[in-house]
């Protein structure tokens, strides 16, 4: 992980560029995926298991023994832990409901606003190098809250057909039994045109490689939502003097093990700081299980050293990070700078992986930049807001000569006479 000193903005744009993907190549590979889950149903997507995850599945639904199984294997420690984040999650998230909206804007005339659950939503959770049972909690619990009818959950089974036992008891903790052994681009391919196991589903959550972005994207041409495009995980953490050395080359460290693709940015006050959190990453690093993966993401990274405030907070804004993390002196001058990024961490002692499993706010975020026009997952992803309005005849007569000025000018004769109309009626009626 090199160095950079006091950076233009050409050379940090530059710098700080991430991994670039190569799209329309992997288009091409999935459209044929998502095609034959289209025509085939169930049948493709056992070939498609046969041929990515190795193994010959008689059922894609997973069954209330399995799920049985599954709880009885998970460690009695895990599910604690699973619940007190079952906990905090639901406690957050239950917060963010909006009472409903009532209004008479002018006499007779009155607005309404009200959440209404999305009906049918599908929660796509990866399982490949990690098994991420955190991720059932962040999508299944909002979607609970908001009232979907139906959740059905994708995930690709291990080479003997089986899930994870902790995505299994984590999904049946908060009440999801429709579980599809499916994974990549054909899950979502699934959950896009339905097949005979897997209901067509309103809107699709949940990260993925590169093949599950792509094949979320597509699926919104195809009249499907999905939650937001999404890349490789990343973080960027501000520290100067203040912040513990030892605790930043952990929390970089941490993202980088998520995959090669992964990005980890440090922006440091000196080189004094820099230096000593790269020596305390390369102490860190040799420890870790997945120290070959983390390395691999490290050559995607980079250490900028600004001792300039304004420069740096002018950085992270452009960079717009998935995760960014704050161990300044000031630091809540500079919280209330920041403009572009998924989920902000304070202080020595709020790491990232809080946010990941248990603090309580959602980990499913905008990567690549798309926190500049995007939201991270919350309770509000999985309503819509219906508006409403109903209008009295002294409304119709107090609002309906405006009406009529408004669509004459625009020409819409129809327009004007659904207004005209009713006002001649009330006329009339006297």
């Not at 299994?168 to 429709?178: E, M, N, S």
Request: include cysteine; aromatic fraction near 6%; charged fraction near 25%.
């Amino acid at each position: 992980m090199k160095i950079i000193y006091n950076p233009t903005k050409a050379e940090w744009t530059k710098e700080l560029k991430r991994p670039v993907q190569k799209t329309k190549d992997i288009e091409k590979i999935v459209k044929p995926i998502m095609q034959k889950v289209k025509r085939l149903g169930d049948k493709a997507l056992k070939k498609f298991a046969l041929e990515y995850d190795h193994v010959q599945l008689k059922n894609l639904l997973v069954s209330m023994e399995e799920i049985f199984i599954a709880r009885e294997k998970i460690d009695p420690k895990l599910k604690e832990a699973i619940q007190l984040a079952k906990q905090n999650i639901e406690k957050f998230h239950e917060a963010q409901a909006t009472p409903d909206l009532e209004m008479e804007v002018m006499e007779g005339v009155t607005c309404m606003r009200k959440s209404v659950g999305i009906q049918k939503v599908g929660l796509y959770i990866p399982g490949g190098t990690a098994p991420l049972f955190s991720t059932v909690l962040m999508l299944g619990i909002p979607a609970n809250l908001a009232g979907c009818e139906q959740i059905v959950l994708c995930t690709p089974p291990d080479k003997d057909g089986n899930i994870h036992p902790a995505i299994l008891y984590t999904a049946d903790l908060i009440g999801i039994d429709k579980i599809v052994k499916a994974g990549g681009a054909q899950a979502i391919a699934a959950l896009t045109y339905g097949t005979e196991s897997v209901p067509k589903v309103d809107k699709i959550f949940g990260p993925g490689n590169q093949y599950v972005t792509a094949a979320k994207q597509l699926a919104v041409k195809k009249g499907v939502a999905i939650d937001m495009p999404a890349g490789p995980s990343e973080v960027l953490v501000y520290a100067d003097h203040t912040a513990i050395p030892g605790f930043v080359a952990a929390d970089l460290l941490s993202q980088a093990e998520h995959g090669v693709d992964s990005q980890v940015i440090l922006v440091a006050s000196s080189e004094k700081i820099a230096k000593s959190v790269l020596k305390e990453m390369e102490e860190q690093l040799i420890k870790l299980s997945r120290k070959e993966m983390a390395k691999k993401a490290l050559e995607n990274s980079v250490a900028v050293v600004v001792g300039n405030q304004d420069k740096a907070l002018e950085l992270i804004n452009d960079y717009a990070p998935e995760h960014l993390i704050i161990c300044v002196e000031n630091e809540d001058e500079v919280v209330n700078q920041i403009k572009n990024a998924g989920s902000v961490f304070i202080g020595n002692f709020t790491p990232e992986s809080a946010g990941d499993y248990a603090s309580g706010t959602n980990h499913t975020l905008p990567t690549y930049g798309y926190a500049k026009n995007y939201s991270g997952v919350s309770l509000d992803s999985f309503v819509k807001k219906i508006t409403y309005q109903k209008i009295t005849e002294t409304g119709i007569k107090n609002l309906g000569p405006a009406i009529e000025i408004m669509a004459s000018n625009e020409m819409l004769d129809a327009h004007k006479n659904a207004v005209s109309i009713r006002l001649k009626y009330l006329k009339e009626k006297k």
